[in-house]
């Protein structure tokens, strides 16, 4: 059945809007609350029709085991219900989800030395009957349904009735305050030590570059759905969301964009080098000054950048892999970003999920060489990443995709949040510089749970 579309006016956005629907279960908002030409549409999804899954390495599709892969499984879905998107929205039917860094590693066969910490499925991808989109530069809404679920027509005449009907209030209890206790399974001399360990990896010549991470716990009572919201007003992203399975949800505000495809054309944007923002204008120059000029932090980019055009050469034409900018400045409410961007074609008869299956997890966030380094990784560090460095966003039945890397994201389950922080680490890092920038990173998201 072909998909509906009907445009509505912007009277809210879907940021304001899912505040009707965050509470189901199923319900997710892909949010692009920092306003550039990355962050120009916002995503609902609503009524979930189809759902594939990976928990432990098995797939599951509706609930059901199934056999093969989800790369065989979904590509095979997605081309008997390809649906052509000439609307110059960058979706309008198709599955939003998550990936998580551990889906990343069974590509490799890389085994891992950690238990799970949390009850969280390595991939889910819903496949949603009805989308609302916010183009935030023509601000206008539109409201898709598939038919898949219930008559296309009735969905929307509810949807535009909800939406008439809603008048934007603050969540009760969101300018509470909530005290917030904070584990983490490095202390501070021990993450240290495992850095310079990597560095002995890096001169030995195992590797050239690879991140390092630690994760954070943090107990507090603020809702997660409240934590969201703060989050979003105080740190805009334009790669953010939030996801509501139910038993746990995902709150991100991720600068990052991993993957995107469109008609063909890829796209890939890994960040490497951050500073904190200044306290008054002049520091706060000075900081993005002394970004722009780290030859370490480009060093670092530039490792990263050769290491993704070797994984787009994989499945793009030959040839058509090309840096496109190499050492932007990248400016976020807590922090400076250095960013590259890289591009390329698909070759003709491969698909979103063999450019996945090619790239994932992004090199920003492994290292180079790619499988040593996520090697060094599961040594060195104390536990699962979980989503953390993994990828959330949305596959269109048209082909299209668009894919961040999970930073700044915190996974809500049974009253705790759980993040991960971490950098890129080279021969040249600061032991105490490379602590000090992931407790930056987590600044935001602390901030925002109390």
Not at 39 to 56: A, C, F, H, Q
Not at 182 to 191: P, V
Not at 325 to 332: G, P, Q
């Amino acid at each position: 059945m072909k998909t509906q579309i009907v445009e509505w006016p912007l009277k809210y956005g879907a940021a304001e809007l899912f505040d009707l629907y965050h509470s189901r279960p199923g319900a997710v908002l892909l949010d692009s609350s920092l306003v550039n030409e990355m962050g120009r549409y916002s995503i609902i999804g609503l009524n979930p029709y189809k759902t594939l899954e990976v928990k432990d390495g098995a797939l599951y599709v509706d609930g059901s085991p199934a056999e093969g892969s989800l790369e065989e499984v979904l590509g095979a879905y997605m081309a008997a219900h390809y649906e052509k998107n000439d609307t110059g929205l960058p979706m309008i039917s198709g599955a939003i989800g998550y990936f998580t860094y551990d889906y990343g590693r069974s590509f490799e066969q890389i085994k891992t030395r950690h238990s799970r910490s949390q009850a969280v499925p390595d991939c889910i991808l819903n496949f949603y009957d009805n989308l609302i989109i916010e183009d935030r530069h023509e601000k206008r809404l539109y409201l898709t349904a598939s038919g898949m679920l219930a008559e296309p027509g009735a969905v929307l005449d509810a949807l535009k009735a909800e939406i008439s009907a809603f008048t934007h209030s603050q969540e009760a209890g969101e300018w509470e305050e909530y005290p917030v206790k904070i584990t983490s399974d490095f202390e501070k001399e021990a993450y240290k030590k495992a850095i310079d360990r990597m560095i002995d990896y890096i001169v030995e010549g195992d590797i050239y570059i690879a991140n390092m991470t630690r994760r954070i716990m943090a107990y507090s009572g603020k809702p997660p759905y409240a934590m969201f919201k703060s989050l979003r007003e105080n740190n805009p992203s334009p790669f953010g969301g939030y996801f509501n399975y139910g038993d746990f949800q995902v709150i991100s505000a991720s600068p990052e964009r991993f993957l995107r495809m469109k008609d063909g054309l890829v796209e890939t944007r890994p960040i490497k080098g951050t500073r904190r923002r200044g306290v008054t204008p002049e520091e706060d120059a000075a900081l993005k000054k002394e970004l722009q000029e780290s030859g370490k932090d480009k060093s670092e980019l530039l490792m990263i950048v050769d290491l993704e055009r070797n994984d787009l050469n994989r499945v793009c034409e030959p040839g058509s892999v090309k840096v496109t900018s190499l050492f932007d400045v990248e400016t976020y409410a807590t922090v400076f970003h250095l960013v590259s961007n890289i591009v390329g074609k698909l070759r003709d008869g491969l698909t979103a999920p063999d450019l996945l299956r090619a790239a994932f997890p992004g090199g920003s966030i492994t290292g180079a060489p790619k499988i040593r380094a996520m090697e060094i990784i599961d040594e060195l560090e104390q536990s699962r990443r979980g989503l953390y460095t993994g990828s959330m966003g949305y596959l269109g039945l048209d082909g299209s995709c668009d894919l961040n890397i999970v930073i700044r994201t915190a996974v809500y389950q049974n009253g705790c949040y759980t993040l991960g922080v971490g950098g890129g680490i080279t021969c040249e890092s600061d032991l105490e510089f490379e602590y000090e920038e992931t407790e930056q990173k987590a600044r935001a998201l602390l901030e925002a749970m109390k």
